[in-house]
């Protein structure tokens, strides 16, 4: 019987080492990754959230002056002059120097029993209302959005 561990078995041991520690280190970068994707996502749906916050002040401003007047389908930027949130079409640049968000309306239609539908009468009073945020993570390109109905119940 051999006494001591020969050249391959102190080779194999050494190997079967490596490939644990590059497995935990693969696990733990893995896992570092994910945590910071979704505190990203995280971030990115709170700033959706004061988007959509800005356009629901802007309603309660004045319906007539600040939500009726916009048009359907196209991308504006909420931004905050003083107290007071404003909806531009130009874009400020990124919010905390990573997000670009955007809010979009679009033009709800009511059928006869005064239900949403698809087509119908436009209801001049109701939008709907799409708050997009996107950011580059890792070279991709990562969005959120958020939706919800927006009326004129203050009739202002």
Same mark, same amino acid.
């Given at each position: 019987?051999?006494?001591?561990?020969?050249?391959?078995?102190?080779?194999?041991?050494?190997?079967?080492?490596?490939?644990?520690?590059?497995?935990?280190?693969?696990?733990?970068?893995?896992?570092?990754?994910?945590?910071?994707?979704?505190?990203?996502? &995280?971030?990115? =749906?709170?700033?959706?959230?004061?988007?959509?916050? %800005?356009?629901?002040? #802007?309603?309660? *401003? /004045?319906?007539?002056?600040?939500?009726?007047?916009?048009?359907?389908?196209?991308?504006?930027?909420?931004?905050?002059?003083?107290?007071?949130?404003?909806?531009?079409?130009?874009?400020?640049?990124?919010?905390?120097?990573?997000? &670009?968000?955007? =809010?979009?309306?679009?033009?709800?239609?009511?059928? %006869?029993?005064?239900? #949403?539908?698809? *087509? /119908?009468?436009?209801?001049?009073?109701?939008?709907?209302?799409?708050?997009?945020?996107?950011?580059?993570?890792?070279?991709?390109?990562?969005?959120?959005?958020?939706?919800?109905?927006?009326?004129?119940?203050?009739?202002?």
């Amino acid at each position: 019987m051999k006494k001591g561990f020969g050249l391959i078995e102190i080779i194999v041991a050494i190997a079967i080492a490596s490939m644990v520690f590059f497995s935990i280190y693969e696990l733990i970068a893995a896992a570092t990754r994910l945590i910071s994707d979704n505190a990203k996502k &995280t971030e990115a =749906v709170f700033v959706a959230e004061e988007g959509l916050e %800005a356009v629901l002040s #802007i309603r309660n *401003n /004045g319906w007539s002056a600040g939500i009726a007047p916009l048009a359907a389908e196209t991308a504006y930027y909420p931004t905050l002059e003083g107290s007071t949130w404003t909806l531009s079409a130009t874009n400020p640049g990124p919010v905390q120097s990573v997000f &670009t968000r955007t =809010v979009t309306f679009h033009t709800v239609y009511r059928d %006869a029993n005064d239900d #949403i539908s698809a *087509n /119908g009468t436009a209801d001049l009073n109701t939008r709907r209302v799409t708050v997009r945020v996107t950011w580059n993570q890792r070279g991709q390109i990562r969005s959120v959005e958020l939706e919800t109905y927006l009326t004129n119940f203050l009739d202002n």
